[in-house]
């Protein structure tokens, strides 16, 4: 008998741990929501640590590769690679925005449906300390939308290989789960994405044309 219950528990655990979809909607409630799943879930947490540790990885490997002399500009006199070696800090983070396409775009954060026209679908990120707040405001125009149609969306870790963090599923809407990822890039840095941007920049203009239109 003993054996039996002892069984029954350890069938129960892979059930118990994995946790609920977060569900969230909008205002303030649901920033503070979002803001606790992306800096304190722990499997979301251990992805974005685990994107760090690769870009770490690149960086290293391109200090002993042909890289080193096939990059061109210059920091207070070094090579790019070797000015990124010797940095940290914000001192870091200021090499890595002036490098092509890092420099991060100045957009007004997406408070309500009509201030948020288009979803940002791809962010370049400099330093890993942004990523959390990367994530947010990728998560942040799909959870407007589903606001403004009275539903919500549903957020989970990615588990398994690969640049896959999150998932995204728009609840009361017939499209499949949105995926963002974090991609470590080669010389430092990360690109925060949306698997399907055209398709998604089609469905939320549609979506959100639709809603505008039926609140005139």
Known sequence: ??????????????????????????GKKAEDKLRRFVEQDLALKARLDEAARREEYYLAEARESDLRDAVSDTHNGDNLLTGLEKSVGDKRKDILSALPGMKPAAVPACRDLVACPN??????????????????????????????????????????????????????????????????????????????????????????????????
Request: proline share 8%.
């Open 1 to 26: 008998m003993k054996t039996l219950v002892l069984l029954s528990l350890v069938l129960a655990v892979p059930a118990l741990a994995a946790p609920a979809p977060v569900r969230l909607s909008g």
């Open 119 to 216: 979803p940002e679908l791809a962010l370049d990120v400099a330093d890993a300390a942004q990523l959390s707040d990367s994530v947010r405001r990728l998560v942040r125009p799909w959870m407007v939308l589903q606001q403004a149609r009275g539903s919500e969306v549903e957020l989970a870790p990615v588990d398994g290989p690969g640049d896959a963090a999150v998932s995204l599923r728009l609840k009361d809407l017939d499209a499949q789960p949105l995926i963002i990822n974090v991609s470590p890039r080669l010389l430092g840095g990360f690109k925060v994405w949306l698997e399907r941007p055209l398709f998604l920049a089609a469905l939320y203009g549609r979506e959100r044309d639709a809603i505008l239109r039926s609140s005139r």
